[in-house]
Nanobody, 122 residues
Framework: QVQLVESGGGLVQPGGSLRLACAAS????????MGWYRQAPGKQRELVAR???????NYADSVKGRFTISRGNAKNTVDLQMNSLTPEDTAVYYC????????????????WGQGTQVTVSS
């Protein structure tokens, strides 16, 4: 069993910053990709940012230049630094990990954290 634990969400004023962290634990040999998605009420879940095991990153156009995803210092962790936040960033943010079934397998499983609320408001 694999679990993802998120932290760092909360209430922040427009223009402020937050740093989200996610840690994966359980039966993990390696992780192909870790990332962050978000979902606002009534909207589809969307990609915010992701990073591969090789360090390649992808960002949603709406967050480029403001958000930075990075691998954490601890093993199987990922951080999301969010700067210049706007009310449009308000959503539940979910950590995601794509993990091979085992070391020899090409099959992967998709895991999700429970979500952490980010609210940007005056």
């Amino acid at each position: 069993q694999v679990q993802l634990v998120e932290s760092g969400g909360g209430l922040v004023q427009p223009g402020g910053s937050l740093r989200l962290a996610c840690a994966a634990s359980g039966s993990i040999f390696s992780i192909n990709t870790m990332g962050w998605y978000r979902q606002a009420p009534g909207k589809q879940r969307e990609l915010v940012a992701r990073i591969t095991s090789g360090g390649s990153t992808n960002y949603a156009d709406s967050v480029k230049g403001r958000f930075t995803i990075s691998r954490g210092n601890a093993k199987n962790t990922v951080d999301l630094q969010m700067n210049s936040l706007t009310p449009e960033d308000t959503a539940v943010y979910y950590c995601n990990a794509v993990i091979p079934v085992d070391y020899r397998s090409t099959h992967t499983r998709n895991y999700w954290g429970q979500g952490t609320q980010v609210t940007v408001s005056s």
